[in-house]
Structures are given as C-alpha cells and as structure tokens.
C-alpha cells in the first residue's frame, strides 16, 4: 500500500486533525485535506454537496481518530 502524503504546504502535518471528520480531495495522486467537521453528518453533507455535479466522485469523507492521526503524521516524515 502505498503512504499518501499531506502537502505541508496547505496542512502541515504537527496541526493535523484527530479525533474529527474530515473532507478530503482524492482528485488526483494522493489526497488534500479540504474542510474537518465535528460530526459525520457535517462531513457527508459537505462531501455531496462538493462532488454534486461531477462526472466523477472527487471528495470523500472519513473520521481521523487519533490512533491513525499518529500513523499519518509519522508516515509524512
């Protein structure tokens, strides 16, 4: 499997976000982080309302629990 990284540039990877929902963009080779949410029903509702009208699904959303937050930010280097 393949580590995705956080471009540091628009998330650096000491403020990322644990125990929330996230909206990330998965357009291209890899991911981007573009909005957290303190629910799932925040982040799922942002989610469609971003990938309405796309010929293809591009934002996806998912809960960063702090566990894999580490993993994450230890995989970014």
Known sequence: MRANKVPTKLWPSNVWPTDVWIVVDVAYNGWTVVSTHGSQVDAETERDRRNEGLARRRY?????????????RLSCG
């Open 60 to 72: 996806s959303a998912c809960v960063a629990p702090k566990p894999t937050a580490e993993a994450v």
